[in-house]
């Protein structure tokens, strides 16, 4: 079998496709996977194990993510739903934590104090709450009443953060 020299990803999209398949908007794929019924559960496996059966006769182990123990010598597999976004939570969090373990990454960041780097990901409203901003912190630490600075199309937004 190929190894492969870092940490590698491969999004299995369309979950919510699965025979029965019952939907919770962003939620996590394992969990999601864990409220199915016992027959959407097979029809996963099924395609699941015709995915790896693809893999491995390309020459490259897999796994599921939260069953992968050598993320080096096997690609992680992570059920996703692009409609439904389930499993983009447990993405997002894979790629960040493999990213922080490449020892090439980790000598490269350098965490300055009083400042921070972030990419926005998502700007949304939601009601109660009014315009949140989800973001992957890149360098630095931030903490509630930090104030920050963010590009804004009509110029600088200058807010605190508040949780």
């Given at each position: 079998m190929k190894k492969t020299k870092a940490p590698f990803v491969v999004a299995l999209n369309k979950i919510d496709r699965c025979y029965g398949w019952k939907s919770e908007k962003g939620i996590s794929s394992r969990f999601a996977l864990q409220n199915q019924s016992a027959e959407t559960k097979n029809d996963f496996d099924s395609k699941y194990k015709k995915v790896l059966t693809q893999l491995n006769e390309k020459g490259y182990n897999a796994a599921l993510y939260w069953e992968n123990e050598d993320p080096i010598d096997y690609i992680s597999l992570i059920p996703t739903s692009g409609i439904t976004a389930e499993g983009l939570p447990d993405?997002?969090?894979?790629?960040?934590?493999y990213s922080m373990t490449l020892e090439a990454i980790l000598k490269k960041i350098k965490i300055k104090k009083g400042r921070f780097n972030c990419t926005v990901?998502?700007?949304k409203m939601i009601e109660g709450f009014g315009t949140t901003v989800d973001c992957i912190l890149v360098d630095g630490a931030?903490?509630?009443e930090d104030q920050i600075v963010l590009l804004g199309f009509d110029g600088p937004i200058i807010t605190k953060v508040k949780a």
């Open positions: 993405l997002l969090g894979t790629i960040v934590e990901m998502e700007v931030i903490k509630k």
